[in-house]
C-alpha cells in the first residue's frame, strides 16, 4: 500500500487531502472531453499524447496505462484505472519513488533516523511546495510557447507576479490552497467567484424617458486576470422584468469579459479580461418598457465556453472512437453554466 501510486492508497493515511482532492478538477483531469479525444489518437502516438497528458495525467505510468487502453479498450478488472484519475497525489508528490512535501506546519522535517519508522520509508521536505511556481508547470506555457496577438495563451504565473499579491507575498496555493487544503477552487465555483470581484449596482434614474443605470465590477480577490484562460466567458447584464418576474424583450445590456479566440486557435477575437485592480462598467440607457417593474442586474459565467464550440464541432467533424465521450463531455459543458451575482431595483412607477 505504501508503494502503490493509487490515490485511494494515499487516501487510507491521508484522509483529508484524499476527500478534497476526490472533489476537484485536478481529479477530473481525464474526463470525456479529454479521453473522448485521446481514444481517437493511435496507440503508438505516445508523442501526441503526451502534449496533453504531461498535464493532465503526468505519471509515466499513467501514460503507459493510456496507451494500452487505446489499443484495447475493453477494460479489465474494477475500479477506475491509473491513468483515468487525472492529476493524481504521487504526480506532484512522489518522484523515483520518493515522497516530497512541505515542510510541517512548525518548520520541521523527520530527521533520518526517524524517517526509517514512518510510512513510505519517510519523506523530504521542499520549499518548492510554497512557492508559486510550483504550480507553472501546467498553468503558464514557456516563453517561445504558444501566443496570440503577442500574449501567451497560459500566463497565470507572469499575470500573478505582475500584481500586487506576488509582492505581498500571497502565493497561488494561498488562494487556491487555504490551509494547505487540496481545493483548488477556480472558475467552475460559485463562492470562489463572488470572492473574485466586487460589484457595485447603481440604481435606476429616469431621466428624459430613459432608464439610465450601471453595473460596475472590479477584480479585487483574483490574483491574475479575472478570468486567466481563453476558456471562460463571463456576462454583466442588466434587464427590465414584469410583475410576473420575467425579462422584457428587447430591455437586455450586456457585457462581455473574455479573451475569446477563434476556435481553431488562429486568432484572438477580443480580450477584455480584467487585471487585479482593473474594473469593467456596463452603463444601461434604455426607454422603460410598458410593464416592467424592476431592473435586474446580473452576472453569470459560462466556465467552459470554448470547449463547448470545441465538441459542436469535434462531433459536426466526426469524433470517431471518441463520439461517446464528446457528447457528454458537450452536456457537462453547457450544464456548467450559472449566476454568481444577482439584484433588482424597483423601478419608480410611472
Ligand atoms: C501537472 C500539471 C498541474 C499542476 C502542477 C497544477 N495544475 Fe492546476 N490544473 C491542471 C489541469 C490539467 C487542470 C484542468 C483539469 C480539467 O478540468 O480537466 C487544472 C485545473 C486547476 C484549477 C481549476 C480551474 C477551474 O476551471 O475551475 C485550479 C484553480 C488550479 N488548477 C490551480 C492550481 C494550483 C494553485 C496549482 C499549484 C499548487 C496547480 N493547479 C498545479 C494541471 C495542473
Ligand atoms: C500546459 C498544460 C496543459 C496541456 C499541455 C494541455 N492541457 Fe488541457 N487543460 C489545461 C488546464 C490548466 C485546463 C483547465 C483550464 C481551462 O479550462 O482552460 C485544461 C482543460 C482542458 C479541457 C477541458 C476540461 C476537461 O477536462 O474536459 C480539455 C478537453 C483539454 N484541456 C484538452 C486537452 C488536450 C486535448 C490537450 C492536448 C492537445 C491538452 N488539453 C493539453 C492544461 C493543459
Ligand atoms: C497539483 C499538485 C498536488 C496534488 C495533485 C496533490 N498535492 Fe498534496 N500538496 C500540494 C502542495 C502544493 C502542498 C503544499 C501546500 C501549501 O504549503 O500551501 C501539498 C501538501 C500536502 C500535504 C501536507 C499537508 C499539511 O497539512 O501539512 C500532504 C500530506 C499531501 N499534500 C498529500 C496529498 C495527497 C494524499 C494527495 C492526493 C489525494 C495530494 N497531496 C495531491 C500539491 C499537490
Ligand atoms: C500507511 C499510511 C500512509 C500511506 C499509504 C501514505 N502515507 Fe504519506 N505519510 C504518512 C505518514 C505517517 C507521514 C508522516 C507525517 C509526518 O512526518 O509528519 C506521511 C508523510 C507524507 C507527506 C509529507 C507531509 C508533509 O508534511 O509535507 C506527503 C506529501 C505524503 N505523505 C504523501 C503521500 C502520498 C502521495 C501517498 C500515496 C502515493 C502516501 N503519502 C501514502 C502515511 C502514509
Ligand atoms: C488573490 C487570490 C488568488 C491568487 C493569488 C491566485 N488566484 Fe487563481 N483564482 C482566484 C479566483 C478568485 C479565481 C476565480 C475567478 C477566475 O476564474 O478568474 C481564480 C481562478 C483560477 C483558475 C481558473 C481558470 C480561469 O480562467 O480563471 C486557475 C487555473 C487559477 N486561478 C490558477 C492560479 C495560479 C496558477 C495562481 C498562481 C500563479 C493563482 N491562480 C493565483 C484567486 C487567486
Not at 484522509?15 to 496507440?43: C, R
Not at 505516445?46 to 505510468?61: S, Y
Not at 439610465?212 to 491574475?224: K, Q, Y
Request: a neutral charge; aromatic letters at 6%; proline letters at 6%.
Amino acid at each position: 500500500m505504501e508503494a502503490a501510486l493509487d490515490p485511494a492508497a494515499c487516501g487510507t493515511c491521508h484522509v483529508e487531502q484524499y476527500k478534497d482532492w476526490q472533489t476537484t478538477l485536478h481529479a477530473a483531469a481525464m474526463g470525456p472531453g479529454l479521453l473522448g479525444q485521446l481514444v481517437d489518437m493511435a496507440p503508438e502516438a505516445r508523442d501526441e499524447q503526451q502534449d496533453c497528458i504531461r498535464c493532465h495525467a503526468p505519471l509515466a505510468e499513467q501514460a503507459d496505462g493510456l496507451a494500452q487502453a487505446i489499443a484495447s479498450p475493453a477494460r479489465g478488472g474494477k475500479g477506475a484505472r491509473l491513468h483515468e484519475q487525472g492529476l493524481v497525489c504521487a504526480a506532484c508528490h512522489v518522484r523515483g519513488r520518493e515522497h516530497f512535501g512541505p515542510a510541517r506546519r512548525d518548520g520541521s522535517a523527520p530527521r533520518p533516523e526517524e524517517s526509517q519508522s514512518l510510512p513510505h520509508g519517510g519523506w523530504t521536505a521542499a520549499s518548492a511546495f510554497e512557492d508559486a511556481r510550483f504550480c507553472a508547470a501546467c498553468h503558464q506555457f514557456e516563453p517561445d510557447g504558444f501566443a496570440l496577438n503577442g500574449k501567451l495563451l497560459e500566463n497565470t504565473l507572469e499575470e500573478w507576479k505582475a500584481s500586487a499579491y506576488a509582492a505581498e507575498g500571497k502565493t497561488c496555493q494561498s488562494c487556491h490552497m487555504p490551509e494547505r487544503r487540496h481545493l483548488w477552487r477556480g472558475v467552475h465555483d460559485p463562492g470562489m467567484m463572488r470572492a473574485a470581484v466586487s460589484v457595485e449596482a447603481a440604481p435606476p434614474r429616469a431621466e428624459q424617458g430613459t432608464i439610465r443605470a450601471a453595473l460596475r465590477i472590479r477584480n479585487t480577490g483574483t490574483g491574475h486576470y479575472f478570468p486567466t484562460y481563453v476558456t471562460p466567458r463571463v456576462v454583466a447584464e442588466i434587464f427590465q422584468e414584469s410583475a410576473a418576474g420575467s425579462m422584457i424583450d428587447g430591455t437586455l445590456a450586456q457585457h462581455v469579459i473574455q479573451r475569446q479566440v477563434a476556435l481553431d486557435l488562429s486568432r484572438e477575437i477580443a480580450d477584455t479580461r480584467l487585471a487585479p485592480g482593473a474594473e469593467a462598467v456596463l452603463e444601461y440607457r434604455r426607454p422603460p418598457a410598458p410593464g416592467a417593474v424592476r431592473l435586474v442586474y446580473r452576472l453569470r459565467v459560462e466556465p467552459d465556453r470554448f470547449y463547448t464550440e470545441l465538441y459542436e464541432s469535434l462531433l459536426a467533424g466526426g469524433a470517431g472512437r471518441g463520439t461517446k465521450m464528446i457528447r457528454e463531455a458537450l452536456r457537462r459543458s453547457r450544464a456548467s453554466h450559472f449566476a454568481f451575482y444577482e439584484e433588482r431595483k424597483a423601478l419608480e412607477a410611472r
